[in-house]
């Protein structure tokens, strides 16, 4: 069992940046593959980033030059860093876990997830 926390969502201006972290607990974090999601209302949550066990990255094309994914894995702990922030990035952001080592971009292959926080970016 894995247990994911996610925190840092919140209220920022088109342009700026925020960092969102996922706490996990329940196992070691290690050797695990680690993803975030999105989802905006009347959306499908979507793949936004996700990170392997070699620390390779993968991105939606959306996001692409813009996020970076990280994990520490002696935290057992993943960030989400969002920059150039812009209004159709709003949504509830939501960490996903599973085990590798194949980082796939659809939400029922993952095991895991936390309880989402919210991100709003204003005009």
């Known amino acids: 069992q894995v247990q994911l926390v996610e925190s840092g969502g919140g209220l920022v201006q088109t342009g700026g940046s925020l960092t969102l972290s996922c706490a996990a607990s329940?196992?070691?974090?290690?050797?695990?593959?680690m993803g975030w999601f999105r989802q905006e209302p009347g959306k499908e949550r979507e793949f936004v980033a996700g990170?392997?066990?070699?620390?390779?990255?993968y991105y939606t094309d959306s996001v692409k030059g813009r996020f970076t994914i990280s994990r520490d894995n002696a935290k057992n702990t993943v960030y989400l860093q969002m920059n150039s922030l812009k209004p159709e990035d709003t949504a509830v952001y939501y960490c996903?876990?599973?085990?590798?080592?194949?980082?796939?971009?659809?939400?029922?292959?993952?095991?895991?997830w936390g309880q989402g926080t919210q991100v709003t970016v204003r005009s």
């Open positions: 329940g196992r070691s974090f290690f050797g695990y593959v």
């Open positions: 996903a876990a599973r085990r590798g080592p194949r980082v796939p971009s659809t939400t029922e292959d993952y095991d895991y």
């Open positions: 990170i392997g066990w070699n620390s390779n990255t």
